[in-house]
T-cell receptor
Framework: SQTIHQWPATLVQPVGSPLSLECTVEGTSNPNLYWYRQAAGRGLQLLFYSVGIGQISSEVPQNLSASRPQDRQFILSSKKLLLSDSGFYLC?????????????FGPGTRLTVL | GQQLNQSPQSMFIQEGEDVSMNCTSSSIFNTWLWYKQDPGEGPVLLIALYKAGELTSNGRLTAQFGITRKDSFLNISASIPSDVGIYFCAGSILNTGNQFYFGTGTSLTVIP
């Protein structure tokens, strides 16, 4: 079966510090991968998605970036965090074809920027 | 981007009552998904729908893919305290990109 991991689970960082969040998927190959941010427990904002190694699409211009160095690894980064980057970051992968299309989420990373 | 209107925004109900919530879109969707999110955790997939008119159950949960393909409904029967959480709908449009579009969520509180 497929499993999606995220780490760290929680992170407290000062403003201006760098960021690296990691997401890995097990049990599938060549998945579509996604990074979302959720503020105040509501509303999922799509940040980036990737359809393959090295292929990144950005949905929202900001000081975050994403990379996919391996098929089942998706990384969210920042060179300098802002207060507004605080939130709950969710990684997800998409599975299936037309009649089985689904998306599964990881456990999330709670980021607090102080 | 595509907007999904999810309602109600929040619900406060007595334990044992039934719950209904819905999502509507301005475009025709070919997939509807329903998720539940507990505090501090990632959303968990509850039900997936792929055909107009499809009615699918998962225990006390039942979801329907609207006939117009522009809406979907989730019903919870005989609510219990562990049903508390935020419920999200999500949909995708065939051959128009790689993303799912999400509703803004329905916060459910069950009063024992």
């Amino acid at each position: 079966s497929q499993t999606i991991h995220q780490w760290p689970a929680t992170l407290v960082q000062p403003v201006g510090s760098p960021l690296s969040l990691e997401c890995t998927v097990e049990g599938t190959s060549n998945p579509n991968l996604y990074w979302y941010r959720q503020a105040a427990g509501r509303g999922l904002q799509l940040l980036f998605y990737s359809v393959g190694i090295g292929q990144i699409s950005s949905e929202v211009p900001q000081n975050l970036s994403a990379s996919r160095p391996q098929d089942r690894q998706f990384i969210l980064s920042s060179k300098k965090l802002l207060l507004s980057d605080s939130g709950f970051y969710l990684c997800a992968w998409r599975a299936g074809r037309r009649d089985t299309d689904t998306q599964y989420f990881g456990p999330g990373t709670r980021l607090t920027v102080l | 981007g595509q907007q999904l209107n999810q309602s109600p925004q929040s619900m406060f109900i007595q334990e044992g009552e039934d719950v209904s919530m819905n999502c509507t879109s301005s475009s025709i969707f070919n997939t509807w998904l329903w998720y539940k999110q507990d505090p501090g955790e990632g959303p968990v997939l509850l039900i997936a729908l792929y055909k107009a008119g499809e009615l699918t159950s998962n225990g006390r949960l039942t979801a329907q893919f609207g006939i117009t393909r522009k809406d979907s409904f989730l019903n919870i029967s005989a609510s219990i305290p562990s049903d508390v959480g935020i419920y999200f709908c999500a949909g995708s449009i065939l051959n128009t990109g790689n993303q799912f579009y999400f509703g803004t969520g329905t916060s459910l509180t069950v009063i024992p």
